[in-house]
Structure formats: structure tokens, C-alpha cells
């Protein structure tokens, strides 16, 4: 016999950022991406785009040092009142949703 399926009730595999939003599935550790208390959709979105890509992970890094270099000069009382507004002002750029 036969088993007929419909497409709506399937189950999705990956996440669908138009329709969910992915930070319930997927969050970041320092700057490698980790499904979110291990959930296999996260983990599955995450595998399927590549997300620990090594090219990926790199650029990743290497901006959040950047952030953490912003960071650092705009509170610290060392650096111009100038300098520190600059650096805030770009890390509130760089960071906006």
C-alpha cells in the first residue's frame, strides 16, 4: 500500500528566517555559531549553510576584534572625549540590528 504525503505536514529541517526567527535556533560563542541548547533544526541550518565555514568563522573573528578594540577606546577615561565618541559611535553602528 501506497503511503501518500502532504507537503504540509512535514516537518521542517531548517530554519525559515522569513517565517521564525533564527536566534531561538542559532546563537553564537564568541564568534562560531552553536544551535541554541543543541536543537537539531539550528544544528541542521547550521551544517547545511556551512556557518562554521572556516573562511566564515575568520571574518567572524576578526570583526568582533574590532568590536572589542571600539569597546575598549570608548571607555576608557585614557582616550580624548573626541576619540571615545567616535568609537562609540561606530560600535553602536556596527552592532545595530
Given at each position: ?27 553564537y ?12 533544526r ?56
Amino acid at each position: 500500500m501506497e503511503v501518500i504525503r502532504r507537503v504540509a505536514d512535514e516537518a521542517p529541517v531548517c530554519v525559515d528566517p522569513s517565517a521564525e526567527d533564527p536566534e531561538a535556533y542559532i546563537t553564537y560563542r564568541d564568534h562560531v555559531p552553536v544551535a541554541v541548547g543543541g536543537n537539531a533544526r539550528g544544528e541542521q541550518t547550521i551544517d547545511a549553510l556551512g556557518l562554521r565555514r572556516r573562511e566564515l568563522n575568520s571574518d567572524r573573528e576578526e570583526h568582533l576584534e574590532r568590536l572589542r578594540m571600539l569597546q575598549a577606546v570608548a571607555s576608557s577615561p585614557d582616550v580624548p572625549n573626541e576619540l571615545r565618541a567616535q568609537a562609540s559611535a561606530l560600535l553602536t553602528k556596527a552592532t545595530a540590528v
